[in-house]
């Protein structure tokens, strides 16, 4: 099942021993390299000075009421966590991150995501295009399958095709 970003930051990680929320999962941790979260970066509800990390193998489901986890020791010290040392120092952000075209044609900004929750993978992005041409042309949601290279700055997507002459193509 697809899931809009905006419901994964600032979400409440809920124990299923005590039933109650134990953290808030700020941001997701996301691997530039195959567009999948890791993990959330986490604030604890117990210890706001401590940064922890929970990570996807730990989830359990999510729900509308937020995360369910086990209990409160599947969040772990952000040092504690050797393998994601390098995703977290990166601090990779997909939100905001200019779409460029193979052909350099500046398509707008990612304004939201879809995460499929079972696999944690990204498939889905969503375009918002610069004023002028949203009045013209629909918002744009690109399928990772689009997705040629993902830089520190920006994101290359395949070639757009015009509709207009796949239009008139098929009327012929």
Same mark, same amino acid.
């Given at each position: 099942m697809?899931?809009?970003?905006?419901?994964l930051?600032?979400c409440?990680?809920?124990?299923?021993?005590?039933?109650?929320?134990?953290?808030?999962?700020?941001?997701?941790?996301?691997?530039?390299?195959?567009?999948?979260i890791?993990?959330?970066?986490?604030?604890?509800r117990?210890?706001?000075?401590?940064?922890?990390?929970?990570?996807?193998?730990d989830?359990?489901e999510?729900?509308?009421?937020?995360?369910? *986890? /086990? @209990?409160?020791? %599947?969040?772990?010290?952000?040092?504690? #966590?050797?393998r =994601?040392?390098?995703?977290?120092? $990166?601090?990779?952000?997909l939100?905001?991150k200019?779409?460029?075209?193979?052909?350099?044609t500046?398509?707008?900004? *990612? /304004? @939201?995501?879809? %995460?499929?929750?079972?696999?944690?993978? #990204?498939?889905? =992005?969503?375009v918002?295009?610069? $004023?002028?041409?949203?009045?013209?042309?629909?918002?744009l949601?690109?399928?990772?399958t689009?997705?040629?290279e993902?830089?520190d700055?920006?994101?290359?997507?395949n070639?757009l095709?015009?509709t207009s002459?796949i239009?008139?193509?098929?009327?012929a």
């Amino acid at each position: 099942m697809l899931q809009l970003s905006s419901r994964l930051f600032n979400c409440p990680i809920l124990s299923l021993r005590t039933g109650a929320v134990i953290a808030t999962a700020t941001e997701p941790i996301i691997n530039p390299n195959n567009l999948k979260i890791e993990g959330f970066y986490c604030e604890d509800r117990f210890d706001k000075k401590t940064s922890l990390i929970l990570l996807y193998q730990d989830i359990r489901e999510v729900i509308p009421q937020g995360i369910v *986890v /086990n @209990d409160h020791e %599947v969040l772990a010290n952000k040092d504690d #966590i050797i393998r =994601l040392r390098d995703l977290i120092d $990166l601090h990779f952000s997909l939100l905001g991150k200019p779409v460029v075209t193979e052909s350099k044609t500046r398509i707008g900004k *990612v /304004n @939201d995501f879809a %995460v499929e929750l079972e696999s944690m993978f #990204i498939q889905k =992005l969503y375009v918002a295009q610069a $004023l002028r041409k949203s009045l013209t042309v629909s918002a744009l949601s690109v399928d990772r399958t689009q997705i040629v290279e993902i830089t520190d700055r920006k994101i290359i997507i395949n070639d757009l095709e015009q509709t207009s002459t796949i239009g008139a193509a098929a009327v012929a």
